[in-house]
């Protein structure tokens, strides 16, 4: 059974930083893309960073330079690190998973979902 589990969010102020983890079981996760999606109250859920391959990432536009994606083999661990937060990214932060690198951007194609771990940011 795949189970993708997230983890460190909380409450911070803006400006600050919080690094998420998704811990995965029952697959590898080297050999999928994996992905961090967002959903805010009263919005669809958007992409905000993957990374496949050994060292393939991608960014949505407003999280280029504030995030990083990265990933542990090792601990098949997937993070995401985010820095000068803002009020507007408080959502709901997800771990996917994509067992074909093609459209990581793309929700439609992530089979396995985590549960969420919220994140606010104050202003």
């Known amino acids: 059974q795949v189970q993708l589990v997230e983890s460190g969010g909380g409450l911070v102020q803006a400006g600050g930083s919080l690094r998420l983890s998704c811990a995965a079981s029952?697959?590898?996760?080297?050999?999928?893309?994996m992905g961090w999606f967002r959903q805010a109250p009263g919005k669809l859920r958007e992409f905000v960073a993957a990374s496949w391959s050994s060292s393939s990432t991608t960014y949505a536009d407003s999280m280029k330079g504030r995030f990083t994606i990265s990933r542990d083999n090792a601990k098949n661990t997937v993070y995401l690190e985010m820095n000068s937060l803002k009020p507007e990214d408080t959502a709901v932060y997800y771990c996917?998973?994509?067992?074909?690198?093609?459209?990581?951007?793309?929700?439609?194609?992530?089979?396995?979902w985590g549960q969420g771990t919220q994140v606010t940011v104050s202003s």
């Open positions: 029952g697959l590898t996760i080297s050999t999928y893309a």
């Open positions: 996917a998973a994509n067992p074909n690198p093609i459209s990581v951007m793309s929700r439609t194609y992530y089979r396995y």
